[in-house]
């Protein structure tokens, strides 16, 4: 994914443009190559410029380019992956939209919220590559799955947050380039609000991220009562955090050592891969974690 990924990092970010380099729409498994277009003009319009497709049942066309209108330059520069998990291999951090509760559901954020997230995630690391000298930029991914039933339980698992529209709930159902329009809406939004907080005095800055960090309890909080995961947020990191192919080597390797001392059965997993890579996203690790951890799997491993 090299040749789509964001620059070397930003000491300070400071311009719409330079948060939104940061984040990847990825769509999976697209019918039709309109759609691709229609999503690419949705992006451009909203400041995004780096697309990613997953294995799409037809190629970008012509019909791409035409719903693209003044956004085709993203489909010129889109990667084509042959799977999800080769896509978002380097990125840090995955959001996926989705219209319902599935299965080992992952924390529910509203766009704005993941808007939140993402910005204070950027922030964060940034700061953390600039301290110690890292040449990298954090990487986001946005999923965005097929136009007749979406992102399947598996590629959802991958995501550390799901992200939901507020729709009427007799058909909370968009159209994919619909879905990407709404959501980058949100990002834009909060991005310039974030942007012009922080150029504010301090005090100004803040109340409002108070204000923002009692609107993430309080979702934490209605989560809990109707029985949904409560969303956590790292709030200190040291350094950068481990990417979305680490995370799924971990989990392998859990996997491995359980089987190996028997507390797993390798014909009848079930759903424990799954849970693993849950835990991982909640837990949001980081590079050092990371390395003793399976430093520790290694040794255990070989006993």
Excluded at 75 to 101: G, Y
Excluded at 224 to 253: C, F, H, K, S
Excluded at 274 to 297: F, H, M, N, V
Aim: aromatic share 4%.
């Amino acid at each position: 994914m090299s040749n789509n990924a964001p620059s070397s990092f930003i000491t300070a970010v400071s311009t719409v443009s330079d948060y939104l380099s940061n984040m990847q729409v990825v769509m999976v498994n697209t019918t039709l190559p309109a759609n691709i277009g229609s999503a690419a003009r949705a992006m451009h319009t909203m400041g995004l410029s780096r697309l990613t497709v997953v294995d799409p049942k037809l190629p970008i066309d012509d019909t791409s380019v035409s719903h693209a209108a003044g956004g085709s330059d993203l489909l010129s520069s889109a990667i084509i992956a042959p799977t999800l998990e080769s896509a978002i291999a380097d990125c840090q951090l995955v959001f996926a939209a989705s219209s319902r509760s599935r299965h080992l559901p992952r924390p529910v954020v509203t766009p704005t919220q993941a808007a939140k997230l993402m910005l204070d995630f950027i922030d964060k690391q940034n700061a953390i590559n600039e301290r110690n000298g890292i040449d990298t930029a954090p990487n986001i991914a946005i999923l965005f799955g097929r136009e007749d039933r979406g992102l399947t339980n598996e590629e959802l698992a991958y995501a550390d947050y799901h992200i939901q529209i507020d729709a009427n709930p007799a058909y909370p159902v968009l159209n994919v380039a619909s879905a990407v329009q709404v959501i980058a809406s949100f990002i834009y939004a909060y991005t310039q609000t974030h942007i012009q907080a922080d150029s504010e005095d301090n005090n100004i800055a803040q109340v409002t991220d108070n204000v923002e960090t009692l609107e993430l309890e309080t979702l934490g909080q209605g989560m809990l009562e109707q029985g949904m995961l409560n969303t956590y947020v790292r709030q200190q990191w040291d350094e950068p955090a481990i990417t979305q192919q680490q995370l799924q080597q971990l989990t392998e390797r859990i996997t491995a050592l359980m089987v190996q001392r028997k507390l797993a059965d390798s014909e009848n997993l079930k759903s424990l891969p799954s849970r693993l890579s849950r835990l991982g996203s909640r837990i949001q690790l980081d590079q050092k974690e990371y390395q003793l951890l399976s430093a520790l799997i290694a040794k255990l491993l070989r006993d």
